[in-house]
């Protein structure tokens, strides 16, 4: 059973960490507004504006500012700041006593599945599968929204259109899951998940179409498809092709490997990258209703 961190009350304490990518205190300067503004208090990490070429500083930097948050009672949930690459270098440095003893909410998406993936596997508590810190001024408000909603702990009921390629039915289950690529890296490591009985979600950007081909190829050999309790797919954005086409899109190429399977299966869910990237709450057990005209998912 995943337990759930505490929900947050206007007021408390949220801390900016930047485990990959590196950012600027401009980049960061509107989430720090929208957050305050919310009522919330915010808390810049140490090494948050760190530069180490492409990383917000060395591993050792990221991973000592991950870990003062994770261990500061005060810091109530953690909105990492930027995706990209970097949070698999730090996952190993992090020592989650504290954090399993008091739970918080690590928000973010994308390179942030290793750490939804590590914590739902090892410690058996839910994350926040949400926008970063950096999005937020790019974003649709209802990205924002959802965020915050879940912090709250408000009732999660999202709709959205039909899509040709669903296959309808009811499904109740944990939400787990993540960016496809990130996932697929994750695969036989400490941190990979057990999907037997849940909802997997998974989305990408900026993949050729074969390589997600490939991707779901490995989770399909892996096991992680077969036994689902339903399978949620994101945006699949930006994707590229090779001069002689690969013949599908990533929407057809993930039907196809679902297809000998008999649970319901929701295309275009409104959550990846895009700005209404709806928050998820990985590890809430939630119900997933698929049929000809629309699809719900349905939380606490």
Known sequence: MTQLPPFLKKGDLIGIAAPARKVSPEEMAPAIHFLRNEGFEV???EFLYSDSHQFSGSDEERSTSFQALLDNPDVKAILCARGGYG?????DKLDFTHFCLHPKWICGFSDVTVFHSHIHQNYHIA???STLAFNIDKNESIANETLINALLGKETRYTCPSHPLNRCGNATGEIVGGNLSMLY???GSSSDINTDGKILFIEDLDEYLYHIDRMM????RNGKLD?????????M???HDNTIPFGKTAEEIVAEHCAEYDYPVCFGFPTGHISNNH??????????QVDDTYSNLLGF
């Not at 949070?87 to 996952?91: D, E, F, K, L, T």
């Open 279 to 288: 928050a998820l709450v990985f590890g809430q057990s939630m119900t997933l």
């Open 127 to 129: 994350t926040l599968h």
């Open 43 to 45: 808390m810049e990490s």
């Open 185 to 187: 890296s994750l695969l």
């Open 227 to 235: 036994k689902l309790a339903g399978l949620l797919v994101g945006a």
């Open 217 to 220: 190829m490995n989770l399909k």
């Open 237 to 239: 954005s930006d994707m």
């Open 87 to 91: 949070s698999v270098r730090i996952i």
